[in-house]
């Protein structure tokens, strides 16, 4: 069962342009929220979270949006580049609990 | 931020032998450290837990006896995955927790590509 939702599953931006990946997750025991950055070959890296508490947080051209409500959190990268292209995973983890559920991730491809 | 490395970043063998790959966490200590595997272009899944001085927890599924799993340190845990066979071909990622877990999630190993020939 995925306990983590992620759409879509593919996107193509052109360079400059905004790109932005959703995910929906079912159980609200869940209260961090993080998304990983892979390139081909390499292992995730982590790119940004946020907690429940908050409904964004910004780090340089990366946005989390969060809806608590909707259990609902998305990922903006603004200002796009080619070096962005890459997988994307959206995952959530309940708190004093190491294990990530991932989304099936999503690969971004930025053209110039 | 934490570093965790994985050796060796590739590994060829033939079907029938056994192979190791270690994880390492280069600048803290790790009590808990995980093994995914994953599939081209697909989503990490869980394989085990890794947990230093007891057994591995293995994921539903995951046959216990092909993929053994050895935490001998607070900084390393080993997977073997023996008798390989061209199926178990697949890029292999470990992850561990740093200390402070309230804040923080997992950092991941380079991962290891596995093919079986």
């Known amino acids: 069962q995925q306990q983590v939702k992620q759409s879509p599953q593919s996107l193509i931006v052109q360079k400059g342009g905004i790109s932005i990946i959703n995910c929906a997750y079912e159980?609200?025991?869940?209260?961090?929220f993080p998304w990983y950055q892979q390139f081909p070959g390499k292992g995730p890296a982590l790119l940004i979270a946020?907690?429940?508490?908050?409904s964004e947080k910004k780090e340089g051209r990366f946005t989390i949006s969060f809806n608590k409500s909707a259990k609902q959190f998305s990922l903006h990268i603004m200002d796009s580049q080619p070096g962005d292209s890459a997988t994307y995973f959206c995952?959530?983890?309940?708190?004093?609990?190491?294990?990530?559920?991932f989304g099936k991730g999503n690969q971004v491809v930025v053209i110039p | 931020g934490a570093v965790v490395s994985q050796h060796p970043s590739r590994v060829i063998c033939k079907s029938g032998t056994s192979v190791k790959i270690e994880c390492r966490s280069l600048?803290?200590?790790?009590?808990?450290m995980f093994w995914y595997r994953q599939f081209p272009k697909q989503s990490l899944m869980l394989m085990a837990t890794?947990?230093?001085?007891?057994?591995?927890?293995?994921e539903q599924g995951v046959e216990k006896d092909k993929f053994l799993i050895n935490h001998a340190s607070l900084t390393l845990s080993t997977l073997t995955v023996t008798s390989a066979h061209p199926e178990d071909s697949s890029f292999y990622i470990c992850?561990?927790?740093?200390?402070?877990?309230?804040?923080?999630?997992?950092?991941f190993g380079p991962g290891t590509r596995l093919l079986v020939l």
């Open positions: 159980n609200t025991a869940f209260d961090y």
């Open positions: 600048d803290f200590q790790a009590t808990t």
């Open positions: 946020i907690r429940p508490d908050v």
């Open positions: 992850s561990a927790p740093p200390p402070r877990t309230a804040q923080e999630t997992q950092y």
């Open positions: 995952a959530a983890k309940k708190d004093g609990n190491n294990r990530l559920a």
């Open positions: 890794s947990n230093e001085g007891s057994k591995a927890t293995y």
